[in-house]
C-alpha cells in the first residue's frame, strides 16, 4: 500500500492542493498529521480556503485525518482547556461554518501493520504495566475523546513541561520530539509536530 503522509499544513493550503493534484490519484492513501490553522501574517482568505481544502478531503475515502493540538480548539472550541497560541474564536467560528459535522471525522492516530501514526507521537509514560497494544489504544483515545466532547480535559490531549504544559510528558498532540520522545520498543511511529529543517530519526 502506497500512502502520502503530510504534516503542520498552517495555512499552507496552496501546496497542499499542489501536492494532491499530482500525488492524490497515484497513492492509495492519504494520511495528514494535523495542524491545519494558525501561522503568522494568514489572511481570513488562508484560513477560509485552508478549512475548505479540508473539507474536500474529508469525503475522500483515501483521506485520514489526524489531529493536531492546533486542530483541537477549532473542533471543540466549547472547550475552555484547549486554546493554543493562534487559537481564535473568529478562526473558530469559520470552521465550524464551512466543516459543520465534519469536523469531527477526525482520529487522534491511525495504526497499520508497519506503523503508528500521530501528529506528535505516543511517549511510553502512557502504557499501561501490560504495554502497548492496539486495543488498549483505541480505549484509550475513546476515552480522551468522551473527555474533550464533554468540556473536560485528559492527559493524552495535554502539553508537558517543555511545551508550557503541567505534565511531565506531552500526550499524542503535543509531545516535543526533541525534549519529550522515547521510542516504544516494537513500535515504529511517524509524527510530526516539532519543527525541523530535515526528517528525525530515533532507533
Partial sequence: MTTLVFADVHNRWREVSSIIREWGEKVDRIISLGDWLDNFGESKTDVIKTTALLN??????????????????????HNKYFRCSGNTEEKAKLFLEILGEQRFKYKLYHFDDYFLYSHAGLNPTFLPPSGFSPEWLEIRANRARIAAESGMIDTLLCAGFSRGGSQTVGGIIWQDWDDDFVSIPGVDQVCAHTPGRFPRRIY
Fill in 56 to 77: 474536500t478531503l474529508l469525503k475522500n475515502p483515501k483521506f485520514i485525518w489526524l489531529l493536531g493540538n492546533h486542530d483541537l480548539y477549532y473542533v471543540y472550541s
